[in-house]
Each structure stands twice: as structure tokens, then as C-alpha cells.
């Protein structure tokens, strides 16, 4: 009894990390910064093909505007997702397809408050 009340504690949540995901996916694909930043932590460390370095909020939201400018997507699908072992730090790999290039992207993210954040953001070509 006490396992399934702990359950059922967890299981909203579980959703909320995967609405997260799934959210930064779609917004990927549509090159939605405003949706992207919304999860940014307050510094993060931003690397798009190969030029990298930590930003605040507001600057990693113009590096990612201008990728997406350079970039238009065309869609975004996860590839891979993953947690660490006390499970308070996520990554998701995504398979980012623009006008005649293919790029990978990951995310790492980890809770801060309760909430998860986006730590890290590589983009690559593919």
C-alpha cells in the first residue's frame, strides 16, 4: 500500500519531465527559442557547431535564434533519452533535420527546485 501511495505521488511528476521533453522536441522542429529558453537554468552551457561557451539566459536565446535563422527546421525527432542514477539529472538526444543538413542535439538537464533545467546544449552537424 505504501509503494503504490508513492506511486501515485511520482507518476504527475514523471509526466510533467516527459511533457517537458516532448515540448523541447516540437519546439526544436519548429525553431521555437521562446519555448527552448522557457527551460534554460539561468546559466547555461551553449555549444553550436563547435563554437561554445557559458551563457546567460538571454544571450543562449539570440546564439539559438541565429542558429535557427541560419537553420530553418524542418523536424525534430528524440533519439535517445537517459538519466543519471539518483535520477535527478537527465539528457535526450534529437535528430534535427533542416533545409539540406542534418544536425544532433543534446540536452542535458537536471532538477534545480524541483523543476528540470536545461543545463547544457550541444547542436552538431550530423
Known sequence: MKNLL???????MMGMTQF???DISKALGN????????HFDNTIELTILDDGDLYN???????????????PPKSCSQVHQGSSKGKDSKYSIFSLNTAGESFRVFLYMTSVGGKDVIQELSIDKE
Open 6 to 12: 508513492y506511486l501515485l505521488l511520482a507518476l504527475p
Open 20 to 22: 517537458g521533453i516532448q
Open 31 to 38: 525553431g521555437d527559442v521562446s519555448t527552448i529558453s522557457s
Open 57 to 71: 539566459k538571454s544571450e543562449a536565446s539570440t546564439a539559438l535564434k541565429q542558429f535557427f535563422a541560419d537553420h
